[in-house]
């Protein structure tokens, strides 16, 4: 495959920066992309605040990103990288559920996504593949999509989807256990303003009380196979 309409670097390569809160997938990503002539890593960072200082002294062509980071969330940092560096080009690699965040990474800016559970050989591809200036989906996403714009999207959509992207940053963070307080600081935000997402979230999913809220969202992040612990590995 040629790739003489990929973004390259004076040195011949193609610049990624890497952005997850975990050290050892860094450590793996990285290991992914030394294999890889055309490509090369150019800086690392946990989260958004680190991700936007790397960007100012790298200035990668592609950042590899993650939805859930130390501070801050993925889909924020996408959308500041639009905001601020349109010609960079952003891919999301997460655990998270591909049919509830992907479209959201892509009207926030980014032009891929691809989950964890991909072998290292579709990563590269995926890379490439945003680097050429080409949006980057799983088959099923696609074709889910394209479902969706012929008129033949499902009758009910599940309840989750009618949350704003802030609300499900949210939600997330209830069922991984952290508390109002420890969720305005994750995310930047005051409790008051956390309080008032949480009410909002409960009237759209139809719950009654904070109990019931909690409980769903913790069944929802274990149905996912996200962790519950984030709540004391990232205080």
């Not at 975990?22 to 055309?38: F, N, Q, S, T």
């Not at 349109?86 to 998270?96: D, E, G």
């Not at 996504?113 to 591809?125: D, F, G």
Request: overall charge neutral.
């Amino acid at each position: 495959m040629s790739m003489d309409n990929m973004t390259r670097s004076r040195s011949g390569k193609s610049r990624v920066l890497l952005v997850d809160d975990h050290p050892l997938v860094r450590r793996g990503l990285a290991d992914v992309i030394a294999h890889e002539g055309d490509l090369e890593v150019c800086g690392e960072a946990a989260d958004v605040a680190e991700a936007m200082q790397e960007v100012e002294r790298t200035q990668p062509d592609l950042v590899l990103v993650d939805l859930a980071l130390r501070s801050g969330h993925g889909l924020e940092l996408i959308e500041k990288l639009k905001a601020r560096n349109p010609q960079i080009r952003t891919l999301v690699s997460s655990m998270h559920d591909e049919t509830l965040f992907a479209e959201r990474v892509l009207q926030a800016g980014a032009m891929g996504y691809i989950t964890k559970q991909e072998p290292p050989e579709m990563l590269v591809r995926a890379v490439r593949q945003v680097l050429r200036g080409e949006v980057y989906l799983s088959p099923r996403m696609t074709s889910r999509l394209l479902h969706r714009v012929a008129g033949g999207g499902p009758a009910r959509e599940d309840a989750i989807q009618s949350l704003s992207n802030r609300e499900v940053q949210v939600y997330e963070m209830i069922g991984q256990g952290l508390t109002v307080q420890q969720i305005a600081v994750r995310l930047h935000l005051s409790p008051k303003t956390v309080e008032t997402h949480r009410e909002k979230i409960k009237q759209k999913l139809n719950l009654k009380s904070s109990a019931e809220l909690s409980r769903r969202a913790v069944q929802w992040v274990l149905e996912r196979g996200w962790s519950t612990s984030m709540s004391t590995a990232q205080q």
